[in-house]
């Protein structure tokens, strides 16, 4: 069974930093690509951040591009997202996200998520 796990979201201040972890078991994680989602209060959901398999290529939406970084150890089975200089805009629920479908949207019925972690960028 797929399980992703995610923790580290909390409270942080205006400019401040975050890292998120997700912690994935049942599927050779090494093989998939693995995504960062999240979904503000009253919006829809937005896709963050790409890792291929082998953590050699990133992408990033616009709104995090220079402060936020995708990394991943797949020894450890882990992928992480460093938040720096985060916005309140960044508050958000941030899902980690295996096997994600962005099209036309992101579809939250396909894939498989986890349950999220709640960051929360306010003074």
């Known amino acids: 069974e797929v399980q992703l796990v995610e923790s580290g979201g909390g409270l942080v201040q205006p400019g401040g930093s975050l890292t998120l972890s997700c912690a994935a078991s049942?599927?050779?994680?090494?093989?998939?690509?693995m995504y960062w989602v999240r979904q503000a209060p009253g919006q829809e959901l937005e896709w963050v951040s790409t890792?291929?398999?082998?953590?050699?290529?990133?992408w990033y939406t616009d709104s995090v591009k220079g402060r936020f970084t995708v990394s991943r150890d797949n020894a450890k089975n882990m992928v992480y997202l460093l938040m720096n200089s985060v916005r309140p805009e960044d508050t958000a629920r941030y899902y980690c996200v295996r096997d994600l479908v962005r099209s036309p949207t992101v579809q939250r019925n396909l894939g498989y998520w986890g349950q999220g972690a709640q960051v929360t960028v306010s003074s």
């Open positions: 890792i291929n398999a082998g953590g050699s290529h990133m």
């Open positions: 049942g599927f050779i994680f090494s093989r998939y690509s």
